[in-house]
């Protein structure tokens, strides 16, 4: 059964700083591993997916890293902002589970002035 | 616009009221999910369709119901709703099972 784990569970750096999120996962047989962005009392924002195939994703300031043998993928957020402030989600979809995300309980984010 | 509509967003009920909420996406997916999101056990999925008439449990299913009839809608129905399914729903779609999922702004379910 897959589990997903993110560390650390909450985060606070000053404005302009660059962060790492990390999410780990026991179940390498992957689709895929996408990265969400849930702002409060909102949904989730699809920021970014890494196939299985894949080692990593960029858009903007934002770059994702998957290394399926160590269970691992990344996070990186470049020049961070305060608007940036929210909750990070990593999911993995495992093969033969149907479409499942399995998902990390998130690192909530606050970038200060 | 593409996206996920969920009717309605909030919702206050009782105890063995049936239920219905409703969701629909307008970008031809496949693929549609229902998930709950409860406070330190992140989200978890309900139930799931691969096309029209085909679903599947995910890890919670029980006091759930639903149905694919059309391929834009799947709603997701609670025939005598319980307060420990009090929480934050939200319904998904993708294209195909290994493509970006897509969510809907959530259904945030109180049951008295």
């Known amino acids: 059964k897959q589990e997903v784990t993110q560390i650390p569970a909450a985060l606070s750096v000053p404005e302009g700083e660059n962060l790492v999120l990390n999410c780990s996962f026991t179940d390498s047989a992957i689709y895929n591993l996408q990265w969400f962005r849930q702002d409060p009392g909102k949904g989730l924002t699809s920021l970014l997916l890494i196939q299985s195939s894949q080692r990593e994703q960029t858009s903007g300031r934002l770059n994702a890293s998957l290394d399926k043998s160590s269970g691992r993928s990344t996070l990186y957020i470049a020049a961070s902002q305060p608007g940036d402030s929210a909750t990070y989600l990593c999911?993995?979809?495992?093969?033969?589970?149907?479409?499942?995300?399995?998902f990390g309980t998130g690192t909530q984010l606050k970038v200060e002035l | 616009e593409a996206q996920v509509t969920q009717n309605p967003r909030y919702l206050i009920t009782v105890t063995g009221k049936k239920l219905t909420v409703t969701c629909s996406q307008n970008m031809n997916h496949e693929y549609m999910s229902w998930y709950r999101q409860d406070p330190g056990l992140g989200l978890r999925q309900i139930y799931y369709s691969m096309n029209v008439e085909v679903t599947d449990k995910g890890d919670v299913p029980e006091g759930y119901k639903v149905s694919r009839k059309e391929k834009r809608n799947f709603p997701l129905i609670l025939e005598s709703p319980s307060p420990n399914q009090t929480s934050l729903y939200f319904c998904?779609?993708?294209?195909?099972?290994?493509?970006?999922?897509?969510f809907g702004p959530g259904t945030r379910l109180t049951v008295l």
């Open positions: 999911a993995g979809a495992s093969t033969g589970g149907g479409n499942k995300l399995t």
């Open positions: 998904a779609s993708s294209l195909g099972v290994a493509d970006t999922q897509y």
